[in-house]
């Protein structure tokens, strides 16, 4: 991991020690304070993994208000991609705060949004002519995207996948999977939206070797009879599920997908919310089956945690919607706008993407190695720096959730931040910003073997 560790040198700010440090419980009393602080100020609905008092991030670490510097494998969810504060991101968004902090692109428009979308229509895959908007939220961009591709082909039908997740406003809820906690009790959902199965290897009924093509042909099969090849307005994916486990469909579902749309009349739509920016290695997930996407939905890691969103696709898709039909106040906002033309030269300067690929080969092979001799992690999977293990009953592929919530907390206790996902609540994922210095991804994975391995 040297040359590794030389490219995080050049590219982090050296402002805070790249250490792991527990001086106290974790939480430790400042953090707890603030968590009995905000039991009466912010409402029980929303939750946080590890109720800390964060008070400083940089590179691979958060301190909190006690003094614990923690190893962060979370990245605020696959967003801090360059790193938390990185350098050139804040110069650019604090030169820009003190010309000016808002016009409303749809008021008076600036060239910041312009040079993002520009931007954006440059990297994402595919060399046709492209259009991009900027909106807020990933829930924001994914709704966006739906509202094109019913626009742009008269249709309605949205078909979206077992374990997706998509956001959590009333559409983006809809067509997300999962009914705890993100659906339950907030219905009614949205009309048109029909859900397929996935090619889910681990859990493919027959196994993984053919899953791909046999879950497409089901997926197929089922748009055509139930609602009608002529009635799909989209097919919506993530190239690798996020909140549903890191599940990476196995290798052929996408293409026959996207092939099924292209000659149904129907819009293959990516949302690349958590998987884009560099994360898995590609600068964009579905690159890595060569698909092609007519839309692509982006956020998390666009603007290193300025809140930005877009959705990208083909100009004549884009282009269809009547003048005034898209847009919203913020979207585009300047400062986001800066700071992701920030990330932007950073992931491009710095070949982000080709370190991604260097921590998953440090983390798979270990964790593989692991899996081998604790027969609790049934599955070890994902691509560059987006890693999960999902854990097990041994000698079944019964979900374990308690397992998993206890290797989590003993993580936490022993600073190092891991995230848990999946429809069963039974995966450990892992989501290292892609300038953790090699030391610190080392010490991690020690850590997460003494807590699988040992109580
Ligand atoms: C996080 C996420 C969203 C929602 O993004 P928000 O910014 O939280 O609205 C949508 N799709 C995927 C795949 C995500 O991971």
Same mark, same amino acid.
């Given at each position: 991991m040297d040359s590794q560790d030389t490219t995080l040198r050049e590219i982090g700010s050296g402002r805070l020690p790249q250490e792991r440090r527990v001086v106290t419980d974790i939480p430790g009393p400042n953090s707890r304070a603030l968590a009995e602080r905000r039991k009466s100020a912010v409402a029980q609905g929303v939750g946080s993994v590890l109720p800390v008092q964060v008070t400083d991030a940089d590179g691979g670490v958060i301190v909190d /208000? =006690? %003094?614990?510097? @923690?190893i962060d494998f979370g990245s605020g969810i696959a967003v801090t991609n360059v790193g938390n504060a990185n350098p050139r991101v804040v110069e650019r968004v604090k030169a820009q705060v003190e010309r000016f902090t808002h016009t409303c692109f749809m008021v008076a428009p600036y060239e910041s949004y312009v040079a993002v979308c520009e931007r954006l229509n440059r990297i994402t895959p595919g060399d046709h002519e492209k259009r991009s908007i900027l909106v807020n939220s990933g829930a924001e961009a994914v709704e966006n995207a739906v509202k094109i591709a019913r626009y742009a082909? !008269?249709?309605q039908a949205v078909v979206v996948l =077992?374990? %997706?997740?998509? !956001?959590?406003t009333l559409l983006t809820m809809t067509l997300t999977a999962k009914n705890m906690p993100y659906k339950h009790g907030f219905g009614p959902y949205a009309p048109e939206v029909y859900r397929m199965p996935l090619a889910y290897p681990y859990r493919w009924p027959t196994g993984p070797d053919g899953c791909g093509p046999e879950a497409a042909a089901q997926a197929i099969d089922q748009i055509t009879k139930q609602i009608g090849a002529e009635? @799909?307005? /989209?097919?919506l994916v993530e190239p690798i599920q996020g909140e549903g486990g890191f599940i990476e469909p196995a290798p052929g579902f996408l293409p026959a997908l996207a092939e099924f749309c292209r000659t149904? !009349? /129907?819009l293959f739509i990516a949302d690349e919310v958590q998987t884009g920016f560099a994360r898995t290695g590609d600068l964009f997930a579905c690159e890595h089956e060569g698909v092609v $996407? =007519?839309?692509? /939905?982006t956020a998390k890691g666009i603007a290193g945690g300025l809140p930005l969103a877009a959705v990208t696709g083909r100009a004549e898709i884009m282009d269809a919607v009547h003048a005034g039909g898209l847009g919203g106040t913020y979207g585009g906002n300047p400062l986001a706008c800066e700071a992701a033309l920030a990330v932007l030269e950073e992931i491009e300067e710095h070949d982000l993407a080709g370190r991604a690929r260097g921590i998953g080969a440090v983390m798979l092979p270990r964790l593989r190695a692991l899996a081998e001799r604790l027969p609790a992690i049934g599955d070890v999977r994902g691509r560059g720096a987006m890693i999960a293990i999902e854990l097990v009953r041994p000698g079944t592929k019964d979900p374990d959730p308690a397992l998993t919530a206890e290797v989590a907390r003993r993580c936490h206790a022993r600073g190092l931040l891991v995230l848990t996902a999946g429809t069963y609540g039974n995966v450990l994922r892992f989501?290292? $910003?892609l300038v953790i210095p090699g030391h610190l991804l080392e010490e991690g994975l020690d850590i997460l073997e003494e807590a699988l391995s040992h109580p």
């Open positions: /208000a =006690d %003094g614990n510097s @923690l082909t !008269g249709r =077992d374990h %997706g997740y998509h !956001g959590r009635n @799909l307005a /989209a097919v149904s !009349g /129907a $996407p =007519d839309l692509i /939905a989501l290292p $910003p």
